[in-house]
């Protein structure tokens, strides 16, 4: 394959770049400080980006590079993937890309990419003498995936690999600047729009403090904090004062309802122990505007919001309002960043040393089991327990809900 395409000269300015970052909606947000080492020391390249489309919104929001070198890959079925695929490659080849970064840590078509989009100089993480991670003999830049590092540092490595002579293609001095990522800057009728829309519906949330709640585990059940753990928290929150709000996509509702379920119960029976008596829960109203989540309910003061926001840019509105974020390892944690929200993550199968979202306004709690991280680039994200996740079981609520009170305290 070298011979078809020979490495660029080290001393030849690239004059377009591909940065490859197809699945990893979070991992977007990690990687501003490399779209901004990109544009800083190749100021005459034309910057662009390989994404799915459904990642494309937070990119967009990031405003990092022009939106019309954003390539979106369709993943709905086969055919789109293989029509979208063929047309990003004919983009890409007429843009003269030179330069192509991969960031995948699993995925092999991304690899194929970068040779198929005629870059020369071809940047990804290599196994060298590593076990796994064999992505083809084509990356003439290799990087070795070092799990020791935060993902980040990791992004800007690959940047500084392009114009590398040392072997491996990362030996090289890494300086992270130690700055969250900007907030994004939301149209002016968003967050207004978002509170007066959540003021409508959920009448009940009114003069509380807002927190958010994320169960879900996504595609990585293992990742999630049990659902007991939930509930205990939430009902403490309740009893401080606070309005809760469950958080998710349209898939997460059974869970959502499960959650609001089991606090109301817990609410209910504190109650018929002091002898109160409040009247039977209200339903909410549905949503206004005739919105499609007919579903969502509020019972006392915690929600249903699975569903609720239709985009990214509603999410980040929800953040504006909300003062608190409690949520699994995941996308909602990274996007946080982007806003003034506190926030509490829960690692366990992955370590926030590696993950942890790039903002002051985030505490990660990690138990930091023998057994933990066991979901790495190594094995896939395969883990290999047996689904008692204990590294987030012993996490205690009484201790996440210690730390909730003092970030909804915090200016």
């Keep these: 394959m070298r011979r078809f395409r020979p490495a660029a000269s080290r001393d030849q300015a690239p004059r377009a770049i591909v940065v490859i970052l197809l699945s990893e909606m979070g991992s977007l947000v990690l990687a501003h400080d490399m779209f901004a080492r990109l544009k800083q020391r190749y100021p005459g390249a034309e910057l662009h980006a390989l994404l799915f489309g459904k990642n494309r919104e937070i990119l967009d929001l990031m405003q990092v590079m022009n939106p019309a070198?954003?390539?979106?890959?369709?993943?709905?079925?086969?055919?789109?993937?293989?029509?979208?695929?063929?047309?990003?490659?004919?983009?890409?080849?007429?843009?003269?890309?030179?330069?192509?970064?991969?960031?995948?840590?699993?995925?092999?078509?991304?690899?194929?990419?970068?040779?198929?989009?005629?870059?020369?100089?071809?940047?990804?993480?290599?196994?060298?003498?590593?076990?796994?991670?064999?992505?083809?003999?084509?990356?003439?830049?290799?990087?070795?995936?070092?799990?020791?590092?935060?993902?980040?540092?990791?992004?800007?490595?690959?940047?500084?690999?392009?114009?590398?002579?040392?072997?491996?293609?990362?030996?090289?001095?890494?300086?992270?600047?130690?700055?969250?990522?900007?907030?994004?800057?939301?149209?002016?009728?968003?967050?207004?729009?978002?509170?007066?829309?959540?003021?409508?519906?959920?009448?009940?949330?009114?003069?509380?403090?807002?927190?958010?709640?994320?169960?879900?585990?996504?595609?990585?059940?293992?990742?999630?904090?049990?659902?007991?753990?939930?509930?205990?928290?939430?009902?403490?929150?309740?009893?401080?004062?606070?309005?809760?709000?469950?958080?998710?996509?349209?898939?997460?509702?059974?869970?959502?309802?499960?959650?609001?379920?089991?606090?109301?119960?817990?609410?209910?029976?504190?109650?018929?122990?002091?002898?109160?008596?409040?009247?039977?829960?209200?339903?909410?109203?549905?949503?206004?505007?005739?919105?499609?989540?007919?579903?969502?309910?509020s019972v006392g003061a915690i929600v249903d919001l699975t569903g609720y926001t239709r985009s990214i840019s509603e999410l980040l509105a929800l953040f504006h309002v909300a003062r608190l974020l409690v949520t699994n390892d995941g996308g909602p944690g990274q996007f946080a960043a982007l806003t003034p929200i506190w926030t509490l993550m829960l690692f366990g199968p992955e370590t926030p040393s590696l993950y942890a979202p790039l903002t002051p306004h985030c505490y990660s709690f990690y138990s930091e089991w023998p057994c933990s991280p066991c979901l790495t680039a190594y094995n896939h994200r395969s883990s290999y327990c047996d689904g008692d996740n204990q590294c987030l079981k012993v996490i205690a609520p009484a201790t996440v809900l210690a730390k909730a009170r003092e970030c909804l305290v915090s200016p």
């Excluded at 192509?100 to 005629?118: K, M, P, Q, V, Y």
């Excluded at 997460?252 to 499960?258: E, F, G, P, S, V």
């Design 69 to 297: 070198n954003v390539h979106t890959v369709d993943d709905h079925s086969l055919t789109a993937l293989l029509a979208s695929l063929w047309k990003v490659i004919k983009a890409l080849r007429r843009a003269n890309v030179d330069v192509a970064i991969d960031c995948e840590l699993f995925s092999r078509i991304s690899s194929l990419l970068s040779f198929a989009c005629g870059a020369s100089v071809r940047v990804g993480f290599h196994r060298h003498t590593q076990e796994g991670l064999y992505r083809g003999s084509h990356i003439n830049r290799r990087v070795p995936y070092n799990p020791y590092h935060h993902i980040s540092a990791q992004f800007l490595t690959l940047a500084s690999a392009i114009d590398s002579r040392a072997v491996p293609s990362s030996k090289l001095p890494i300086r992270l600047t130690g700055k969250p990522p900007p907030h994004v800057q939301l149209g002016s009728t968003l967050v207004p729009g978002m509170q007066s829309r959540l003021a409508q519906d959920f009448p009940g949330l009114a003069g509380k403090p807002l927190v958010l709640v994320y169960p879900g585990g996504g595609i990585l059940p293992i990742r999630a904090w049990p659902l007991a753990s939930y509930t205990a928290l939430c009902e403490g929150l309740v009893a401080d004062g606070c309005a809760v709000a469950v958080i998710g996509l349209k898939d997460d509702q059974a869970l959502a309802r499960k959650l609001v379920g089991q606090v109301q119960a817990g609410i209910d029976q504190q109650k018929n122990a002091s002898g109160r008596s409040d009247g039977p829960p209200l339903a909410s109203p549905a949503p206004s505007g005739g919105s499609e989540l007919h579903a969502v309910r």
